[in-house]
């Protein structure tokens, strides 16, 4: 079976010190045979990424950021680019999560330029997809999920798909409590994989890692994993709790 990718995203938590403190439990916690199923990569503020980075130096622990701009360089106050997050240590970046499609005017379009100047400059792209309860309810999730990836991923070469990450994380699940049933999941997956495959190729579609997120926990984790489909998981409340991030990474089977 493949490496699964355990993703915490810590969304606006944790100043330095409390990242430190949050770094250093799981660090020793998490145990290096657990790294022969799965990879680990922790997303935090921008203000947390040196330290982190440095306090990951000679663990196996990877590090990413949760947002990024477009431009090189230049004139947009309050903004972050590729190459800044690169020279922070970070190997993975979070594109287009729902809570910045929503409170911050993420739109498709500028999701592709964020994923084009990620992968630019070797950044590995985790590209957040998913529908809110209202298109569920309506039944248009599919088709709002397939949108989202052949937005986001105009213009991208196959070649570029390489090292590409997906995240399928319906809104209603996020932060909520409630998360997707087994059926729902896979058949996400494989709406997901569809959508690559048509855009790409089945080797496109096999190769792309594709994560569960919303609501995840130590208790609902284990049946997430055995879902047909699922590579991992983009992990926000429960990243922030090391005991309970560590269990999830041990419920992998
Ligand atoms: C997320 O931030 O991507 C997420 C899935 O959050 P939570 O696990 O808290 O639902």
């Known amino acids: 079976m493949r490496k699964k990718l355990i993703a915490g995203n810590w969304k606006m938590n944790l100043n330095i010190t409390d990242s430190e403190v949050l770094i250093k439990k799981l660090t020793e916690g998490i145990h290096d045979s657990y790294f022969d199923k799965c990879d680990v990569l922790v997303c935090p503020p921008f203000t947390s990424l040196m330290v982190t980075h440095s306090l990951l130096r000679g663990t196996k622990i990877k590090l990413g ?10 004139a947009y106050t309050g903004e972050v680019s590729a190459t800044m997050l690169l020279s922070a240590g970070c190997e993975y970046v979070i594109i287009g999560h729902s809570e910045r499609r929503q409170y911050f005017g993420e739109t498709d379009e500028t999701v592709n330029k964020k994923i084009k100047k990620a992968l630019e400059n070797n950044l590995k792209p985790i590209l957040c997809v998913g529908e809110s309860l209202q298109q569920r309810e309506e ?10 990836v052949k937005a986001a991923l105009e213009g991208i070469t196959k070649e570029q798909m390489k090292d590409f990450v997906i995240a399928y994380e319906p809104v209603w699940a996020i932060g909520t409590g409630l998360n997707a049933n087994s059926d729902q999941i896979s058949e996400m997956n494989m709406i997901i994989g569809d959508t690559i495959g048509e855009l790409y190729d089945s080797e496109a579609a096999v190769s792309l890692l594709i994560l569960y997120g919303g609501s ?7 049946e997430i994993f055995s879902t047909c489909g699922v590579d991992g998981a983009l ?7 090391p005991e309970n991030f560590i269990n ?3 419920s992998i089977k």
Do not use: M
């Not at 039944?139 to 989202?148: A, D, P, R």
């Not at 995840?216 to 284990?222: A, R």
């Not at 992990?235 to 709790?241: E, N, P, T």
């Open 216 to 222: 995840v926990n130590d208790k609902n984790s284990e």
């Open 235 to 241: 992990i926000g409340g429960a990243s922030l709790k």
């Open 248 to 250: 999830i990474i041990k």
């Open 65 to 74: 950021a949760q947002n990024l701009h477009w431009e090189k360089d230049g």
């Open 139 to 148: 039944g248009i999730f599919k088709l709002v999920v397939e949108n989202q």
